[in-house]
């Protein structure tokens, strides 16, 4: 079991920037992928961006170039610096982490990013 626990959401003007952080604990050894993922309300979750176990990293389109994830495999930690912050990423961000092929979530914080 993997526990997934994130922090550092809050409020933002547009422009401003955030730097989520997501502490996986329990069994962490052999986590694959990590990924944060995101949902507005009334709104499916979706892809924000990822990071292997070996440092490859992918994007939405609609982030690249403004966030950018990373993670401290010594630490157990997830990271994702938010730059350029504008109001259409106020959403819950998610955490996400597959290890065995079995997917675990964290609990999610909320970004709101004022006009």
């Known amino acids: 079991q993997v526990l997934l626990v994130e922090s550092g959401g809050g409020l933002v003007q547009a422009g401003g920037s955030l730097r989520l952080s997501c502490a996986a604990s329990g069994s962490t050894d052999s986590i694959n992928t990590m990924a944060w993922y995101r949902q507005a309300p009334g709104k499916q979750r979706e892809f924000v961006a990822f990071i292997s176990s070996s440092g490859y990293t992918n994007y939405a389109v609609s982030v690249k170039g403004r966030f950018t994830i990373s993670r401290n495999n010594a630490e157990d930690t997830l990271y994702l610096q938010m730059n350029t912050l504008k109001p259409e990423d106020t959403a819950a961000y998610f955490c996400?982490?597959?290890?065995?092929?079995?997917?675990?979530w964290g609990q999610g914080t909320q970004v709101t990013v004022s006009s």
């Open positions: 996400n982490a597959v290890r065995f092929g079995h997917e675990y």
